[in-house]
């Protein structure tokens, strides 16, 4: 059967494609006043953005279209936990909207690059500015997080702006403050002093009203954060994550301990281009990974195992149309991800008030953020990429989503 044949076979045997045992996995391995005077009557001066090509390797600047754009850099020092007395420099992006108001209440919404990228490369490759242009249509308040070192395109780019910054989210396989010198940060008290700094800008944020959004590493940060410090949280997305457990599972040098609720949401394919293949590389199938992983966080936030909806998202977009491959360019991970689909399942509210809900992208996809640009063929056939889901902007999926939940 050919690949863009697929998605229609499905929408017309969706209960019977689904209906497979899920294998048991025995290892778990892997108006008023605006709100741009009240930020300059209560926080520190914006940093000035250089000319690109004239990076000093100062943090606190980046390029100008980003300055332009009305997105604001900011930074703080973290504790280097391998060198008591030390500390390292954490940035982020902040942008707020124009239009708020300084007497009312506003949510928060802080998205998590993935591995090896900075909050600027995820902005342009990622999510353009349609985060931005969301938070002025929904009214929140966003911030772009930033990794810490390593990141290879960072160090494959030096001095260029547009890569410097890159870093990587310690989730759960790495404990803070031991072994290599880039394990020397806490990522969950980053998102904490992130959520903190905002809220001492006099910046007017709804504490009920918290969200993370995480693409791949981000994916697996987002689901730490869901551990660690769901007293903070309203909800999370997880988008193309890197496997992981709930708290109420002891998982690496994260600690069991009693899984609090919020709300969640996964947007991943069985089938990612990139993840698939890394976890083949060391004997797993993902797609059994992401079924457990989705299991665990739905038993640990009561989420009954009924599905409440299942419904298939519109076919709108055929990925990598018109790709032939040849001798040259010839790709399996392109060629998998044609014309992919989605399916989503809604589930009823859990005994712990918290929401939970999937989307499945059927039956492979590209490593990336699914929106509705389409992935150039000489992007996708490089290798592990292939094509991105163009059905859906997951930033507007997720919001549409999680805006419901309230801490």
């Not at 992006?93 to 919404?109: A, E, G, I, S």
């Not at 009920?208 to 994916?219: D, P, Q």
């Amino acid at each position: 059967m050919k690949l863009p044949n697929l998605c229609n076979v499905l929408h017309e045997n969706v209960f019977t494609f689904f209906q497979i045992e899920i294998k048991t996995l025995l290892c778990k391995i892997i108006n008023g006043i605006g709100i741009s005077l009240l930020t300059v009557a209560c926080a520190h001066a914006e940093p000035r953005a250089t000319e690109v090509g004239n990076y000093d390797g100062d943090p606190t600047r980046t390029w100008d279209g980003v300055a332009q754009a009305g997105v604001q850099v900011r930074t703080f020092p973290q504790s280097d936990l391998l060198n008591p007395g030390e500390t390292v420099l954490r940035r982020y992006l902040q942008y707020v909207p124009k239009n708020l108001h300084r007497h009312k209440k506003y949510p928060l919404v802080i998205m998590l690059p993935g591995a090896s990228l900075s909050a600027e490369v995820s902005r342009e490759w990622d999510w353009g500015d349609r985060a931005e242009r969301l938070a002025d249509k929904e009214n929140f308040l966003l911030v772009y997080a930033n990794g810490h070192a390593p990141s290879d395109l960072t160090d494959a780019n030096p001095g260029d702006p547009f890569f410097a910054n890159g870093g990587y989210w310690r989730g759960c396989f790495e404990k803070p403050g031991t072994g290599p010198e880039f394990f020397s940060v806490d990522d969950v008290d980053y998102l904490r002093t992130v959520i903190r700094k905002v809220q001492q800008e006099c910046l007017p944020v709804d504490k009920k009203r918290i969200y993370l959004m995480g693409m791949s590493n981000g994916g697996e940060m987002v689901q730490r954060a869901a551990r660690e410090m769901p007293d903070l949280l309203a909800g999370v997305g997880a988008v193309m994550p890197v496997y992981s457990l709930p708290a109420n599972v002891e998982w690496f040098n994260c600690g069991q301990r009693l899984q609090g609720p919020l709300d969640m949401m996964f947007i991943y394919s069985p089938g990612d281009t990139l993840l698939d293949r890394i976890f083949a590389d060391v004997g797993l199938n993902y797609a059994d990974l992401m079924q457990d992983s989705l299991t665990a966080w739905r038993e640990a936030l009561k989420i009954p195992a009924r599905r409440e909806k299942i419904s298939f998202l519109p076919n709108r977009h055929f990925e990598g149309k018109g790709y032939c491959p040849t001798e040259s360019d010839s790709a399996p991970w392109a060629q998998a991800s044609v014309n992919s689909c989605i399916i989503r399942y809604d589930y009823p509210r859990g005994a712990s008030g918290a929401r939970f809900a999937v989307l499945e992208i059927i039956s492979a996809a590209g490593h990336a953020w699914p929106n509705r640009a389409p992935t150039p063929v000489e992007v996708a056939v490089q290798p592990y990429n292939g094509f991105r889901n163009q059905d859906i902007d997951a930033e507007k999926v997720l919001w549409e989503f999680l805006k419901k939940g309230r801490k």
